[in-house]
């Protein structure tokens, strides 16, 4: 570990109802999956959680030490609780708590130089401000889904138009869900600048990725490897994300990584908790399956 690449991770944990855990919720956020995700893949993750009272003392959190992250929490007086919905075709999210922003002093200055960070907003609790944090030598993902929705205690979360500012055009690679543009986005050339890269995952259809290049795009589909029945779906996004920023700092930025995302994210919808995410043997024993498939 002590060559690995480093990477850092920011975001609020947030509390998801749940019938099933004996607290009524389980710890989620895109900042967590994210940082397990990378985790598994061998880098050096660095995780600045905003957290508020009750999500500070998540088990949870315990197994992303174990999982080697270095854990840095920032106490909220409030912070993101959700409740979803299934509805066909999709779910019903709504907010039982909105979220206190994290500002960007709580970075320790050891973290901010860093080979590869993630701006894992889920609530808009990342302010423009985080733009600026990072170096130019860090590669910078940002996770759309922070920006497109706004939170009212007790109220239907709000879904808003994905839109240019200054997060966006500091990232080198934004990831996107078709849920995160149900409601609309500009065209492409209107917010991706030459050599930023555009991650858009679909459920069981797949992903791809799309480069900003100084004529038009290019890009490539990959499909869930393998493909597998969904047991919940919730942070196969934000582990597809940061598999591939992870994947990218340790074999390039190609079909590897891209490979390595997808079936970290297609294994990942078996799972129902973080305690319970795919560790990196059975990534590996994964990959060798499918290369075998592939060679007969």
């Excluded at 708590?97 to 080979?115: H, I, K, T, Y």
């Excluded at 990232?171 to 543009?181: F, G, P, Q, T």
């Excluded at 997808?262 to 560790?279: F, G, K, Q, Y």
Aim: a neutral charge.
């Amino acid at each position: 570990m002590a060559d690995a690449p480093t990477f850092v991770v920011v975001g609020a944990a947030t509390r998801d109802v749940d019938a099933a855990d004996s607290r009524g919720w389980k710890l989620g956020g895109g900042v967590t999956y994210s940082a397990i995700a990378a985790a598994r893949l061998g880098v050096k993750v660095r995780a600045l959680i905003g957290v508020d009272a009750e999500a500070a003392a998540a088990t949870e959190l315990d197994t992303l030490r174990a999982a080697g992250v270095d854990v840095l929490l920032v106490p909220l007086a409030n912070g993101p609780v959700f409740e979803n919905r299934p509805i066909p075709g999709g779910r019903q999210q709504f907010a039982l708590g909105a979220s206190d922003q994290l500002s960007p002093a709580f970075l320790p200055e050891s973290w901010r130089s860093p080979d590869a960070a993630l701006l894992a907003a889920v609530a808009g609790e990342l302010t423009g401000d985080w733009a600026h944090v990072f170096g130019a030598a860090t590669f910078v993902g940002l996770a759309g889904q922070g920006l497109v929705r706004r939170l009212h205690a007790g109220q239907e979360v709000v879904r808003l138009v994905f839109e240019h500012g200054p997060l966006v055009h500091r990232a080198d690679a934004i990831s996107l869900s078709r849920e995160d543009v149900a409601i609309g986005a500009p065209a492409l050339r209107d917010f991706m600048r030459p050599g930023q890269q555009l991650l858009v995952t679909h459920g069981k259809r797949g992903s791809i990725i799309l480069t900003r290049t100084e004529t038009g795009l290019r890009g490539r589909y990959m499909p869930p490897l393998p493909p597998r029945k969904a047991i919940d779906a919730t942070g196969a996004g934000d582990t597809f994300v940061a598999a591939w920023l992870a994947a990218r700092l340790l074999v390039g930025d190609g079909w590897r990584a891209q490979t390595v995302a997808s079936v970290l994210s297609s294994l990942v919808v078996t799972r129902t908790s973080l305690s319970d995410t795919p560790t990196s043997r059975e990534l590996c024993e994964a990959l060798i399956m499918l290369r075998d498939q592939r060679s007969d």
